[in-house]
């Protein structure tokens, strides 16, 4: 499955950005999706991530509460609903699949990934 993520680009501190995984290739629903992110100088780290039928989503600490993952799959695709941004949200944000049903924070159990989506959030 090949996947092109989207809707990245500069906010200011407290507001909103969506952002889309677009799946291509395979069906879609058969894959969990995973929302990472890379700051620069930092490792990868988990984000929020959905089960193949999107009944079940789980975030990490830093992001719950602000930030919803999604997914329309008559659309084969997968969004992350970003809000009240914060400065320490600034990163290139990577979608992933896994042709599994849970969802799992670790970057290496992934098997496909997007090309990743700068966002930048300012003061």
């Known amino acids: 499955v090949q996947l092109q993520a989207s809707g990245g680009g500069l906010v200011q501190a407290g507001g909103s950005l969506r952002l889309s995984c677009v799946a291509s290739g395979r069906t879609f629903s058969n894959y969990s999706v995973g929302w990472f992110r890379q700051a620069p100088g930092k490792e990868r780290e988990f984000v929020s991530g959905?089960?193949?039928?999107?009944?079940?989503?789980y975030s990490s600490d830093s992001v719950r509460g602000r930030f919803t993952t999604s997914r329309d799959s008559a659309k084969n695709t997968v969004y992350l609903q970003m809000n009240t941004l914060k400065l320490e949200d600034t990163a290139v944000y990577y979608c992933?699949?896994?042709?599994?049903?849970?969802?799992?924070?670790?970057?290496?159990?992934?098997?496909?990934w997007g090309q990743g989506t700068l966002v930048t959030v300012s003061s």
């Open positions: 959905i089960n193949w039928s999107g009944t079940s989503t």
């Open positions: 992933a699949a896994r042709n599994a049903n849970a969802i799992v924070t670790s970057p290496t159990l992934y098997n496909y």
